[in-house]
């Protein structure tokens, strides 16, 4: 925005600064005094100014109400000032035949730049400069400068005239699923308070309140008591969410009540908290990190989940306008504007009521789920269990399971953001691999005996290769699969070798990062390469040092659903279906992995095979139990229970599972039963 006086006197020229003490051989030109007025401007040194002014503005400038150069500060720094550039045209004495001793005063026109908050602000305004006798001799003379409330800012008019920055907070954008339904909106939440007039009993009302929300009652009572000369008066103690079922408790209390007041509101709590997130209140490391983003102290901000991600977009812009009001704050002139932009409504490919069964399956086991359309890539359910209510963060209460926990952080590990050991959900992979290469032959019959194995010749020392059903011995690539035969994949990895494997794992996106809109962790497939035959051979079965996301391996397997491409996966209803991987691997190689597949969950002898499974879809999958352990020579450790299953026939369903923990429920089978009781339920 520009300002331009009615009168130009001189046209915009180069600035010259002098600094205090720094007057040249003739002091009586008015211009020195101009330049130390200036570079004292320039430079944030107010009080300089000051000091360059005649008596008489120096005394207008005393009936402020602050001082000069505090206030300076103190608007500058509130409208974001900064790279103050201040010019004006000199005027050569000499050819414009002007006598300084004969004249009183001189005016400049000044342009003034300056960067606000709003952007650059430009304006023109007067300068005057007066003779000015010394007091202590009235022969000498310098010239002063007659200070003016423009030279301060522009449209200034009095002293006491106010800058002001009007802010209007922009609404925050909704997150919906596929459907519209609302995951989390701006809508009326409950602020819970005391009317102290109508409590029968202060201290058993306040104690019984705080042991409801689990609150100190020393501050339910200080609130309670914020008004003690106003009994009729409500004093709000906390807020509270709609979904909360103890707002019906609060409400029996002695002398409680309930204002409506606007808030942030997450209608599936638990259900969506991982991938929802919350808001919260912003904190000074916030405002340093978004400075001159519009943030103030009673501003919120996504904390975790996709209120974080998507925090640019779901925020929206303030609007702000520099306005210049007299002393009753009454707007005088609108300096510099910028209209409001509300956040926007984010719709997710989330089938919401499908997160919720997945999540009402999982229970409270500790574990992670991904639902996907494996034709289109569409994420229909992303969940990690146990999770932290997202109405109780932002409000900031305390969760009522904090006391059943020994540790409440196992609420609030992302567990589908991280990366975990496969386990033989893996194997399908490693199949593929050997496939494409030529070195596993799908029809060949190898004969493998006995629980353990280990190469001949090998320097593998004690360690051995161990698989479940040692009572098979001649096996294809179909038997190893729905029997989850270890050795059959390690033997395979070895004929791979572990070049080659290392160069497939790149192609398949080991190593970088997934392009996603929630940020997921990298999948690995070793710390330092397969350096040795035991840790490719532990690799070819999911374990060694394979770390894998679980979007990451579920995406992987849209391999066998759409002839070797994987497709990429999307979070946002408005990002379009594509490939990520094209033709990753052959249709005949995707087909006959999916055989191998569907053999696990249709043959008899399938580890995924169930006579009811309780639903009427058509899956392929594989089960998975990684062990975790400190090194090989352990005997037990911690499992973790996989199951990675497709409809082969519909294509439209893609869900995978893991369990922590799973030893204690007998291993992989127990994530097959929840699994099918998921699909059961959305059928």
């Known amino acids: 925005m520009e300002l331009h006086k009615s009168k130009l006197i001189f046209s915009t020229g180069a600035a010259v600064l002098l600094l205090a003490g720094c007057f040249g051989e003739d002091p009586a030109n008015p211009e020195e005094t101009l330049d130390e007025y200036i570079g004292y401007w320039e430079t944030g040194q107010y009080g300089g100014m000051e000091n360059t002014a005649t008596e008489e503005t120096q005394e207008l400038i005393g009936t402020m109400e602050v001082e000069l150069e505090e206030r300076m500060n103190n608007v500058y720094s509130d409208i974001g000032v900064d790279n103050i550039q201040v010019t004006y045209e000199p005027i050569d004495f000499s050819e414009e035949e002007i006598d300084l001793d004969e004249i009183e005063e001189i005016t400049y026109?000044?342009?003034?730049?300056?960067?606000?908050?709003?952007?650059?602000?430009?304006?023109?305004?007067?300068?005057?400069l007066r003779k000015e006798t010394e007091e202590e001799d009235g022969d000498e003379w310098s010239w002063k400068v007659d200070w003016h409330p423009t030279h301060f800012f522009a449209g200034l008019q009095e002293p006491d005239d106010l800058i002001l920055v009007n802010r209007e907070e922009p609404e925050r954008g909704g997150i919906y699923d596929r459907n519209g339904l609302e995951l989390a909106v701006n809508d009326e939440i409950y602020e819970a308070g005391f009317?102290?007039?109508?409590?029968?009993?202060?201290?058993?009302?306040t104690e019984e309140f705080a042991e409801i929300l689990a609150l100190d009652v020393d501050y339910v009572r200080e609130r309670a008591n914020l008004y003690?000369?106003?009994?009729?008066?409500?004093?709000?103690?906390?807020?509270i969410s709609p979904e909360d079922p103890r707002r019906e408790e609060l409400g029996e209390v002695s002398g409680v009540m309930f204002n409506r007041v606007e808030g942030r509101v997450y209608p599936h709590g638990e259900a969506l908290a991982h991938l929802i997130g919350h808001i919260d209140s912003v904190t000074a490391e916030d405002l340093e990190e978004r400075e001159g983003k519009g943030y103030t102290s009673s501003s919120y901000i996504g904390r975790r989940g996709l209120e974080a991600v998507l925090e640019d977009q779901l925020r929206g812009e303030s609007g702000v306008s520099i306005v210049v009001a007299n002393a009753e704050r009454e707007t005088r002139d609108v300096i510099k504007s910028r209209e409001v932009v509300h956040g926007e409504d984010i719709t997710l490919t989330i089938d919401a009521e499908m997160?919720?069964?997945?999540?009402?399956?999982?229970?409270?086991e500790a574990g992670t789920g991904v639902v996907m359309n494996p034709t289109t890539g569409e994420v229909l359910a992303l969940a990690s269990m146990p999770a932290?209510?997202?109405?109780?963060?932002?409000?900031?209460?305390?969760d009522p399971r904090a006391e059943e926990l020994e540790d409440t952080n196992i609420l609030y590990q992302l567990r589908f953001r991280d990366t975990y050991s496969p386990g033989s959900v893996f194997k399908p992979f490693t199949a593929a691999i050997g496939l494409e290469e030529g070195t596993l032959d799908p029809e060949e019959v190898i004969e493998i005996d006995g629980k353990q194995w280990q190469p001949e010749d090998s320097d593998w020392g004690s360690y051995e290769v161990t698989r479940v059903n040692e009572n098979v011995s001649e096996v294809d690539l179909n038997t190893p699969m729905k029997h989850s035969d270890n050795i059959y994949f390690a033997q395979q990895a070895l004929e791979i070798g572990s070049g080659t494997f290392e160069d497939w794992a790149e192609q398949l996106g080991f190593g970088?990062?997934?392009?996603?809109?929630?940020?997921?962790?990298?999948?690995?497939?070793?710390?330092?390469?397969?350096?040795?035959?035991?840790?490719?051979?532990?690799?070819?079965?999911?374990?060694g040092e394979v770390l894998i996301n679980p979007l990451h391996l579920t995406t992987l397997y849209t391999m066998f659903t759409n002839e070797g491409s994987v497709v990429q996966p999307v979070l946002l209803r408005d990002e379009e279906s594509g490939v990520w991987l094209e033709d990753i691997v052959s249709p005949d190689t995707a087909e006959r992995v999916l055989e191998s597949l569907i053999a696990v969950t249709e043959d008899e002898n399938g580890t995924a095979n169930r006579e009811n499974p309780g639903h009427s879809r058509s899956m392929a999958g594989k089960t998975g139990t990684a062990e975790l352990k400190e090194s090989r020579d352990d005997v037990e450790g911690e499992q973790l229970g996989w199951y990675t299953a497709f409809d082969y026939e519909e294509q439209d369903l893609l869900v995978t599972v893991m369990i922590e923990g799973a030893e204690e429920h007998g291993g992989s089978g127990y994530v097959v039963d929840l699994v099918n009781g998921f699909l059961g339920e959305i059928e």
């Open 195 to 205: 009317k102290p007039e109508d409590i029968d009993d202060f201290e058993a009302a």
């Open 355 to 364: 997160q919720v069964e997945l999540a009402e399956a999982m229970g409270e």
């Open 512 to 543: 970088e990062s997934l392009d996603f809109v929630y940020p997921m962790h990298t999948s690995t497939l070793s710390n330092d390469g397969l350096e040795t035959e035991m840790l490719l051979a532990d690799t070819g079965y999911g374990q």
């Open 388 to 398: 932290y209510d997202s109405n109780l963060r932002y409000l900031n209460l305390r």
């Open 228 to 239: 003690p000369d106003n009994p009729d008066w409500f004093t709000d103690v906390v807020r």
């Open 109 to 128: 026109e000044i342009d003034v730049q300056m960067d606000t908050m709003l952007g650059e602000l430009n304006y023109y305004t007067d300068v005057t």
